[in-house]
């Protein structure tokens, strides 16, 4: 099976050496790399014609218009010769083995979809917040073994995943028409297709997304957008599939809501106040996980600073 890695970016020239560099060290070298640039405005194209000492089998990158994720990885899989697409995002690292994982999966679960797992490296993180979402993600992930693991609800992150191009091409890539929860979107279309996902919690690209409790709410914001625009899209498969909506609050929660969805809060989490470096650890989370759901979920208006 010929293997087409394809990682779309944008204004990633900072990032782009790091996961170049991580394929280089891959335990399977035989295949292609695409990185596509979405329009970025950075030196990105530069720092790839200066830089070539990864020594990668097969390298190449292209560039299109700034059209959004399901537009750049769509580009890149049209472009790619492999029979299998494995997509990271720009700031990921693989291990060693997460090629190698990918391409063994098929050789026993042929016509499905793999996704890895693309966690925070805990001895990467400087910040109780950076540390607050690894423990998030081992949260979301920690029943989803042994692997691999068949996924029973939708779920997928093109942060790490591979899907055969007859597959892919049976799914008709992913849809143009969203800029973000395509992800999820491609998800429910292969369930509707009964085409099954897995999930390797051992096959993993380190996530080096260190971002701000702000940015994080935001993002989260933006995400509830976009799922509220693909229920308008495809009303149908969100019948179907629905996505989780935050439960009523009764009075007693509302007060605990109303008072950590407050920017006041964000400005300590965001400061390592020591207001918070003195909380036990589970306390600490609890109150991060307060003041994140007030702000993304039932007080999405107030503003962030």
């Known amino acids: 099976m010929t293997i087409s890695v394809i990682i779309p970016t944008y204004n990633g020239a900072k990032k782009l050496p790091n996961i170049l560099n991580a394929l280089t060290q891959q335990t399977y070298q035989d295949f292609e790399t695409i990185v596509v640039i979405d329009g970025s405005t950075d030196n990105t194209i530069e720092m790839l014609e200066k830089?070539?000492?990864?020594?990668?089998?097969?390298?190449?990158?292209?560039?299109?218009?700034?059209?959004?994720?399901?537009k750049v990885r769509n580009f890149g899989a049209k472009n790619a010769k492999g029979e299998l697409l494995i997509f990271f995002d720009d700031d990921t690292r693989p291990q060693k083995d997460s090629i190698e994982r990918h391409k063994n999966h098929y050789q026993k679960f042929q016509k499905t979809i793999l996704v890895g797992n693309p966690p925070i490296q805990k001895e990467k993180t400087i910040s109780y917040f950076d540390k607050y979402r690894c423990y998030l993600n081992y949260i979301w992930v920690k029943d989803l073994s042994p692997?691999?693991?068949?996924?029973?609800?939708?779920?997928?992150?093109?942060?790490?995943?591979?899907?055969?191009?007859?597959?892919?091409?049976?799914?008709?890539?992913?849809?143009?028409?969203?800029?973000?929860?395509?992800?999820?979107?491609?998800?429910m279309r292969a369930f509707e297709l009964n085409i099954p996902l897995y999930f390797d919690i051992d096959n993993i690209a380190w996530h080096d997304d260190f971002v701000s409790c702000k940015k994080y709410i935001q993002r989260l914001r933006q995400y509830n957008q976009s799922h509220e625009y693909l229920s308008k899209l495809k009303p149908e498969l969100l019948k179907k599939y629905p996505i989780y909506i935050p439960a009523e609050l009764n009075w007693k929660k509302k007060i605990v809501y109303s008072f950590f969805g407050n920017h006041f809060f964000v400005d300590l989490i965001d400061n390592n106040s020591l207001f918070f470096k003195i909380l036990p650890t589970f306390l600490r989370y609890k109150i991060y996980d307060y003041v994140i759901t007030s702000l993304s979920k039932y007080y999405n208006n107030r503003k962030l600073d």
């Not at 830089?51 to 399901?70: M, T, V």
């Not at 997928?156 to 929860?181: H, M, Q, Y």
């Open 51 to 70: 830089e070539n000492h990864w020594n990668l089998k097969d390298f190449k990158f292209i560039f299109q218009e700034n059209g959004g994720r399901s």
């Open 147 to 187: 692997s691999p693991f068949r996924i029973q609800t939708p779920f997928f992150t093109a942060a790490n995943c591979s899907i055969p191009v007859s597959i892919f091409k049976k799914l008709r890539g992913f849809d143009e028409n969203l800029t973000d929860a395509e992800d999820f979107d491609m998800a």
